[in-house]
């Protein structure tokens, strides 16, 4: 069994920055994939961006390249996101998840890929 929990979220003025962190807890393996997700009332989950762990590579939708940043830190067993220039259209409840396996990168963006999710964590951005 694998644990999550975000923390990070907030209120933000656009154009302003958050750093999103999920600790990960459990037994894991060394070729696991992480990742953010997004949804927002009434919407579909979204991808947000993918980590592959030993050297997998790190992944990103199109709407946040450039602005949001994944990252891992195994000594704090800790997820990160980054989430720079954000926008109004960023607003969503922020769920980290966590698959044993590297996942294929095909199906990093598809959400029932993903074993084990977080509670999540809400971002709003606004004026």
């Known amino acids: 069994q694998v644990q999550l929990v975000e923390s990070g979220g907030g209120l933000v003025q656009p154009g302003g920055s958050l750093r999103l962190s999920c600790v990960v807890s459990?037994?894991?393996?060394?070729?696991?994939?992480m990742g953010w997700f997004r949804q927002a009332p009434g919407k579909e989950r979204e991808f947000v961006a993918a980590?592959?762990?030993?050297?997998?590579?790190?992944y990103y939708a199109d709407s946040v390249k450039g602005r949001f940043t994944i990252s891992r830190d195994n000594a704090k067993s800790t997820l990160y996101l980054q989430m720079d220039n954000l926008r109004p259209e960023d607003t969503a409840t922020y769920l980290c998840?966590?698959?044993?396996?590297?996942?294929?990168?095909?199906?990093?963006?598809?959400?029932?890929?993903?074993?084990?999710w977080g509670q999540g964590t809400q971002v709003t951005v606004s004026s």
């Open positions: 998840a966590f698959d044993n396996s590297r996942l294929i990168v095909s199906s990093l963006w598809t959400a029932e890929q993903y074993d084990y």
């Open positions: 980590f592959r762990a030993n050297g997998g590579g790190t």
């Open positions: 459990g037994r894991t393996s060394t070729f696991a994939t």
